[in-house]
């Protein structure tokens, strides 16, 4: 579904030069979920944002869904890749209703809005809506400005969704909202790419939300994939492993900048059965 071939991309800050993507390779399945998870300046936004087009590698490939993407504007991708932001203001319109932003972002670039709404469409994303269980189909007509950031984001990834696209992109989604809110929002998240079988690359700080979403977990250095790992290696984790993977790299916490379930992380953990069986790797799985 999802291939990044050999991936390299730098930028030129002054005269020095700062490679953000070293030779990343990371292959993805249908409807697969992956969780990547890395220090400030691993590269995982410029991951995502090679791949949605926003920037185009130096060198390798992006295949999607069987086409070569790579050099694909990003209006070209918009009907096979979703995104959602941090920022919760970034994926609506804040001075359109509820009604609007569903019956835009169900167009995905094309022209017009208004034939949309109609009574059965109105019906169709009234129903979509309701899915979310936080009351929004009722507020159909209010402005987007006057919801929460949780609601907010919860009606973006919905957005990014009701197309079912190929891909969705998800950098650090619910880094700006309350742990209650972020929680929700990762469920609905879940039952969302779930029901669409979408696959889904989600990014995030939250060591647990790493371990707990998803069937792969993929572990950033410096522009390189160091970790990958399936689904029953990645139950075997706990929060403390990977802490004690990253100290082992040379990052210290301040680097990573975790939420770690409000529990914090006492010791360094043991990772010895992992990396006496695994070597840092930037090799994809099939």
């Not at 579904?1 to 050999?6: K, T």
């Not at 005269?15 to 995982?44: C, F, M, P, Y």
């Not at 680097?255 to 930037?282: F, Y």
Request: aromatic share 2%; net charge positive; proline share 3%.
């Amino acid at each position: 579904m999802l291939e990044v071939q050999e991936v390299t991309k730098t930028f030129a800050l002054g005269a020095e030069r700062v490679v953000a993507l070293a030779d990343v390779t990371l292959a993805l399945g249908e409807g697969e979920v992956a969780t990547v998870i890395g220090s400030n300046g691993a590269g995982k936004t410029t991951l995502l944002n090679v791949i949605a087009g926003v920037c185009r590698p130096d060198r390798g490939r992006v295949v999607l869904a069987g086409w070569d993407i790579t050099r694909w504007p990003v209006h070209k991708r918009a009907h096979l890749i979703g995104r959602v932001f941090q920022d919760p203001l970034r994926g609506t319109a804040a001075g359109m209703t509820v009604l609007e932003n569903l019956a835009l972002a169900s167009r995905k670039g094309r022209r017009g809005l208004w034939p949309l709404v109609h009574r059965h469409r109105r019906q169709s994303l009234y129903a979509a809506v309701a899915q979310l269980g936080m009351g929004l189909e009722k507020r159909l007509q209010e402005k987007v400005a006057h919801l929460s950031g949780g609601e907010r984001q919860a009606l973006t990834v919905l957005m990014a969704t009701l197309t079912r696209p190929k891909l969705l992109l998800l950098d650090e989604h619910t880094a700006a909202l309350d742990p209650a809110n972020a929680e929700k929002v990762v469920r609905i998240t879940e039952e969302l790419v779930r029901e669409n079988r979408i696959t889904t690359i989600m990014v995030t700080h939250r060591m647990d939300q790493a371990i707990a979403v998803g069937e792969r977990l993929v572990m950033m250095h410096k522009g390189r994939v160091v970790l990958d790992l399936g689904a029953g290696e990645k139950r075997r984790l706990q929060v403390e492993d990977l802490v004690a993977l990253f100290r082992s790299l040379g990052v210290s916490d301040d680097a990573l900048l975790l939420v770690r379930n409000g529990s914090g992380c006492k010791g360094d953990g043991d990772l010895g059965h992992l990396l006496a069986s695994r070597q840092p790797t930037s090799t994809a799985r099939p």
